[in-house]
């Protein structure tokens, strides 16, 4: 996953990023309520890409 985060600039993943990218992995329904920016989007597609 570090070299996926590195390719795109990103040396380590906020907190909120790596709750969501833990329950995603354990196949858990996941719904993320943050600000706009935060990362919500790269939290769930990290977990798509690492999960295959």
Known sequence: MKTFLAA?????????QKAAVSAVSEHNEVMLIA??????????????????
Do not use: H, Q, W, Y
């Not at 795109?8 to 993943?13: H, N």
């Not at 600000?35 to 295959?52: D, N, Q, V, W």
């Open 8 to 16: 795109f600039g990103i040396a380590e993943l906020n907190s909120m």
């Open 35 to 52: 600000p706009t920016g935060s990362g919500k989007t790269l939290a769930f597609f990290t977990s798509i890409s690492s999960a295959s």
